[in-house]
Nanobody, 118 residues
Framework: QVHLVESGGGLVQPGGSLRLSCSDS???????MGWFRRAPGKEREFVAS????????YYADSVKGRFTVSRENRRNTVYLQMNSLRPEDTAVYYC????????????WGQGTQVTVSS
């Protein structure tokens, strides 16, 4: 039932901003939604996450103070506001869902490319 679609990626100059969206068209019981990224030649890494009911957020140290994750429950959508972007933020960004009763992220979107370059 889970179907995740990311949007909002693109090319941006260093210091710029992008806002990513991820909508879940399914009717899953969400425990959390998260953002991950994979840069060329690198393994996938955690970026940010948010608990669906309480709104508790978590961030990787590399993005603290620059990225903000939020949710809009009635739209089944999670956002990632990315400010002060750096070239090292260049990656494919994926959203994922951790369902209630699971200890891991089981459902993933197709990803959206973010390129930070002048």
């Amino acid at each position: 039932q889970v179907h995740l679609v990311e949007s909002g990626g693109g090319l941006v100059q260093p210091g710029g901003s992008l806002r990513l969206s991820c909508s879940d068209s399914g009717r899953s019981s969400r425990y959390a939604m998260g953002w991950f990224r994979r840069a060329p030649g690198k393994e996938r890494e955690f970026v940010a996450s948010i608990r669906w009911s309480g709104g508790t957020t978590y961030y990787a140290d590399s993005v603290k103070g620059r990225f903000t994750v939020s949710r809009e429950n009635r739209r089944n959508t999670v956002y990632l506001q990315m400010n002060s972007l750096r070239p090292e933020d260049t990656a494919v960004y994926y959203c994922a869902v951790q369902q209630v009763g699971s200890d891991q992220y089981n459902h993933w979107g197709q990803g959206t490319q973010v390129t930070v370059s002048s």
